[in-house]
């Protein structure tokens, strides 16, 4: 997992647009060294309602996901 929830400045610094679906954790980035394979995984996710190759990572979507805070582009709110 590459991303997940972002604040607006986090999403702007990554080029996100402004109605990402991680803005309301609602999505999920993942990246790995074979995506079409990974592609498939992800689509048997529970809830998932998107999942697509774009710009060399595979972005997820999904209902009633509450995704933490999660990527260091940018995005805060995970305290560790």
Do not use: C, Q
């Not at 702007?12 to 402004?18: D, E, K, L």
């Not at 991680?22 to 048997?44: C, F, I, N, Q, T």
Request: without cysteine.
């Amino acid at each position: 997992m590459t991303s997940g929830r972002r604040t607006p400045e986090g999403n702007r610094i990554v080029g996100g647009v402004p109605n990402s679906a991680h803005l309301s954790g609602s999505a999920v980035d993942y990246d790995g060294p074979d995506l079409p394979a990974l592609l498939a995984e992800a689509r048997k996710l529970p809830g998932v309602r998107k999942a697509f190759i774009h710009k060399g990572h595979v972005h997820t979507e999904g209902d009633g996901w509450n995704v933490p805070y999660y990527g260091r582009n940018g995005t805060k709110g995970l305290k560790r």
